[in-house]
């Protein structure tokens, strides 16, 4: 069993998103280290993209914040080897199919393991282009997270089969960002994967509230945030952690009763 | 080679939400491409509606002027709406008629395909959003009225470089959102697949037409075809029928911008890299991290960072060229092709008649060069005055 898979033995588990170096590499890494202090389970680092189209305007923005400072895929992974000396929390790095293609998919996948990334997200490779990831994500050790859709349909069960780690459950239709209210397929979407396989199922996609948080938790095994953390970044800058230190202690009690 | 590739180059590289509206897609293309009715009613649309077949004019003042080669354009800027981006929006308009949508979405750069679009959706009584880079907004301004006045809501995509590439984001976003009801009518041959086959199967008619025109005007093949390339919809139309023909060479012209050695220049090709995105594996604009680049040409169909996958593979199995031409050199073809011939060429078919006055007085003279002329530059007038420093009100 993966650490992924491991930390969902413990309960449902918190799984912040912030994207690297937004506002700074430094921030980043003291924001991981204290996220999982403040109870956050695995944490999602985002390599920023140039054009991330999965994304809506707040992480948009995030990472264009973070790219007009210069922060590289490089920079990345030395800030990970940093935070690993004092902190075990798992991070999945999350970004799109060409920073890792461009940097070489094998040479990606040899620093995730090098540095202890224990999965990668990629929103635009689909169950049909696994095949530029998985033989180099294999080789490595590095952890393949699948995604499903409310369009996903019939397609579940055939990526359900195969996924790994955890399954990414996309909450609704469009790009990332807060939304008020969350459709209840998401509970269908998650019954059907657990009749194909016994794998842990995370909702994400526009959870902001604690609210929120305890309705998803108690039909999944945990739930992702990302645009209502990232925000915080945007409005406090190098100044958020404790406000994220604290909605994340919040987050987390709902899931915990 | 996989259904969904060209040599290594394509792929279906979305989100996951998307999946299932292009396996939609290419089984409804599939269905449908052979289907009497809808190719009957396609091929009405593109007779009596758009105007085919487009002439082919043999070009002979410029022949003469030039001194080689014999020059022929595909007059595809008459077209109805003024370029060939009609020619692939009327299929698709007609598939997702079969696929049962109301409203259709689409990306546009120079504004043709936006207006192609909603020409298109108003025939058909359809709902039309498109979406536009801010800088392309104003760059043509006409076009936005164009649009809005054929029913379309226009929307100004502000986010990057706010040109052809953020609108294809934007779309893609849009279609994310929206996807039960909405057709996602792509421009040109890029994107995931089934998008670049389907849109070069409609552009396709470019090529099948010179073939059959040249046949009966010279009893033979052009030596050369050419055509200029953004993402390549209305080359890869111009080239896909002489593919086969290996005597005949085909060139594609990149805009190069203030030229490819500075920053400004949108000369995928010649100075890209592979990559994957906007849904494909092709070449890019990109730095080493695989960040996209801001890319630049003046002419706003060029300015695009990748090309379809297609002619990533054909520069690959070296079976087609693809050359750079900068803004200076198109603005002067632009010129040129006024006064000589009394057509006023589309900016971005100005890349490939500038190249063709290098090539042309280079050849014999029994030789023949073809050069698709994508459509017509009423649209650019304002921006060359600007260009060369004359003030006109639109």
């Not at chain 2, 890299?273 to 994957?276: D, F, K, M, R, S």
């Given at each position: 069993m993966s650490n992924i898979e491991k930390v969902f033995n413990k309960g449902k588990a918190f799984i912040p998103f912030i994207t690297a170096g937004d506002p700074s590499m430094e921030t980043t890494i003291n924001l991981v280290i204290e996220m999982a202090n403040a109870g956050a389970d695995i944490i999602e680092l985002g390599i920023p993209f140039s054009d991330p189209v999965a994304e809506g305007p707040v992480i948009e923005e995030a990472h264009i914040r973070a790219l007009s400072r210069g922060i590289t895929t490089d920079i990345i992974f030395d800030g990970i080897e940093e935070i690993r000396k004092t902190c075990d929390v798992p991070i999945v790095i999350m970004t799109y199919a060409n920073p890792i293609f461009t940097y070489g998919t094998k040479k990606f996948m040899k620093r995730c393991q090098e540095v202890g990334v224990a999965g990668v997200i990629v929103p635009d490779i689909p169950f049909e282009e696994r095949e530029e990831l998985l033989p180099f994500c294999r080789d490595y050790n590095v952890t393949m997270i699948s995604m499903i859709a409310p369009t996903s349909k019939e397609r579940i069960r055939m990526i359900a089969k195969e996924a790994e780690g955890f399954i990414y459950c996309v909450s609704s239709l469009g790009v990332t960002g807060v939304r008020k209210s969350i459709s209840n397929e998401v509970e269908e979407m998650i019954s059907l994967v657990k009749e194909e396989k016994d794998i842990p199922c995370a909702i994400g996609f526009g959870l902001s509230t604690p609210e929120q948080a305890a309705q998803m938790a108690k039909i999944s095994d945990g739930i992702i945030v990302g645009s209502a953390i990232v925000q915080m970044i945007a409005e406090h800058g190098d100044d958020c952690i404790s406000h994220i230190f604290n909605y994340i202690k919040e987050m987390k009690k709902m899931l915990i009763n | 080679m996989s259904k969904s590739r060209f040599g290594d180059y394509g792929g279906q590289f979305v989100p996951e939400t998307l999946m299932n509206a292009l396996i939609e897609l290419e089984e409804t293309y599939k269905r449908y491409k052979n289907d009497p009715d809808f190719v009957n009613e396609l091929n009405d649309l593109l007779n009596n509606y758009a105007g085919r077949p487009s002439r082919l004019y043999y070009a002979e003042k410029m022949t003469k002027d030039l001194g080689g080669?014999?020059?022929?354009?595909?007059?595809?800027?008459?077209?109805?709406?003024?370029?060939?981006?009609?020619?692939?929006?009327?299929?698709?308009?007609?598939?997702?008629?079969?696929?049962?949508?109301s409203r259709v979405i689409a990306e546009t750069g120079a504004g043709q395909h936006g207006v192609a679009t909603a020409t298109a959706a108003a025939l058909m009584g359809m709902e039309c959003e498109i979406f536009m880079g801010k800088e392309d907004t104003k760059r043509q301004a006409l076009n936005v009225f164009r649009m809005e006045l054929l029913g379309a809501k226009v929307h100004a995509v502000t986010s990057g470089t706010q040109t052809l590439k953020d609108a294809v984001n934007e779309t893609m976003r849009e279609w994310t959102r929206r996807i039960t009801d909405t057709h996602y009518v792509l421009g040109s041959a890029v994107g995931p697949h089934p998008f670049p086959t389907i849109v070069r199967d409609f552009q396709s008619v470019i090529s099948k037409e010179v073939k059959k025109q040249i046949l009966e005007k010279e009893g033979r093949l052009p030596d050369l075809?050419?055509?200029?390339?953004?993402?390549?919809?209305?080359?890869?139309?111009m080239f896909y029928d002489f593919i086969e023909d290996k005597e005949v060479r085909l060139i594609g012209c990149e805009a190069a911008g203030h030229g490819v050695d500075t920053d400004k220049h949108a000369a995928t090709i010649t100075k890209g890299?592979?990559?994957?995105f906007h849904g494909m594996k092709s070449y890019f604009c990109q730095d080493e991290y695989g960040q996209i680049?801001?890319?630049?040409?003046?002419?706003?169909?060029?300015?695009?960072?990748?090309?379809?996958?297609?002619?990533?593979?054909?520069?690959?199995?070296?079976?087609?060229?693809?050359?750079?031409?900068?803004?200076d050199e198109a603005v002067d073809a632009f010129e040129y092709l006024s006064k000589v011939e009394g057509i006023i060429?589309?900016?971005?078919?100005?890349?490939?008649?500038?190249?063709?006055?290098?090539?042309?007085?280079?050849?014999?003279?029994?030789?023949?060069?073809?050069?698709?002329?994508?459509?017509?530059g009423d649209k650019d007038v304002a921006a060359i005055a600007r260009y060369k420093g004359v003030k006109v009100y639109e």
């Open positions: - | 080669a014999k020059i022929y354009l595909k007059r595809e800027d008459l077209n109805h709406t003024g370029s060939h981006k009609l020619n692939n929006v009327l299929g698709q308009v007609l598939l997702a008629k079969r696929m049962g949508k075809v050419m055509a200029c390339v953004g993402g390549g919809s209305n080359a890869i139309g890299t592979v990559g994957i680049a801001p890319v630049y040409s003046i002419s706003a169909g060029l300015d695009y960072p990748g090309i379809g996958p297609e002619h990533s593979y054909l520069k690959d199995i070296n079976r087609a060229e693809y050359v750079p031409v900068t803004d060429p589309a900016i971005e078919s100005s890349h490939a008649v500038a190249y063709a006055r290098k090539i042309a007085p280079t050849m014999d003279k029994d030789k023949i060069i073809v050069i698709c002329l994508s459509g017509r």
